[in-house]
């Protein structure tokens, strides 16, 4: 099986432009989280999705959203960013239910300059 | 709020020998699951091993092997004959079982783990 897929690896972007990440999860998860990762900061939950429906939701501004297609497949866009935006970002997918593991993707590394 | 604490930035061990990895976390939850998650320069995330609270048998996994402290609120990774591709740095994560089912982890700041040889 495949694991979790994330595009693009590396990116770099300027400040106050929009960016999306993508994550494709293993075949037959519908659970699909989303995480930033930062030297100072460390490892940060930004939201989760479950069928389609966000399920939870960390402690980030409102430029930070995403979303689930039908396919469990998963975006996440980041408007007008700021150079504290930098990190790396990574998903993880689950099955579903409370005793499944989470399975974590390479993550995108973005720059913002 | 729940918060999960490593003490130790980094350590260092001999190939072959033993190390601990400390984890502290503090929740008013009695139900919620642990986990000790591996990040090598790859930057995925590898499960290591986890525990449930409600169990009180230590979680073991081959080499690695947990010491799951429920009353002191403690989770220590225990990695036996170390081997050059456990260096990574290693997150403590935990993650409470709540009714709507969310899988969110809440992760430590890691210990940057090396061996040498």
């Known amino acids: 099986k495949a694991g979790v897929t994330q595009t693009p690896r590396y990116l770099i972007k300027t400040r106050g432009q929009q960016v999306t990440l993508s994550c494709s999860p293993i075949?037959?998860?519908?659970?699909v989280s989303w995480y930033q990762q930062t030297p100072g900061q460390g490892l940060q939950f930004l939201f989760e999705?479950?069928?389609?429906?966000?399920?939870n939701k960390g402690n980030f501004p409102g430029r930070f959203s995403g979303r689930q297609f039908s396919n469990s497949r998963s975006e996440m866009n980041v408007s007008t960013l700021e150079l504290g935006d930098s990190a790396l970002y990574l998903c993880?997918?689950?099955?579903?239910?409370?005793?499944?593991?989470?399975?974590f993707g390479n993550g995108t590394r973005l720059t913002v300059t | 709020a729940q918060t999960v604490t490593q003490s130790q930035p980094e350590m260092s061990v001999q190939e072959a020998e033993t190390v601990t990895l400390s984890c502290t976390y503090d929740?008013?939850?009695?139900?919620?699951?642990l986990f000790w998650y591996k990040q090598p320069p790859s930057r995925q995330m590898i499960l290591v091993i986890r525990?449930?609270?409600?169990?009180?048998q230590n979680a073991t996994e081959n080499r690695f092997s947990v010491n799951f402290q429920k009353a002191a609120k403690s989770f220590s990774l225990k990695i036996s004959d170390s081997q050059l591709g456990d260096a990574a740095m290693y997150f403590c994560?935990?993650?409470?079982?709540?009714?709507?089912?969310?899988?969110?982890?809440?992760f430590g700041k890691g210990t940057k783990l090396t061996v040498n040889p």
């Open positions: 929740t008013s939850e009695s139900d919620y699951y």
């Open positions: 525990q449930e609270a409600y169990k009180q």
């Open positions: 999705y479950f069928s389609e429906t966000q399920r």
């Open positions: 993880a997918s689950s099955p579903t239910g409370l005793h499944s593991p989470l399975h």
């Open positions: 075949s037959g998860h519908r659970s």
């Open positions: 994560a935990y993650r409470p079982i709540t009714q709507g089912g969310s899988e969110k982890l809440v």
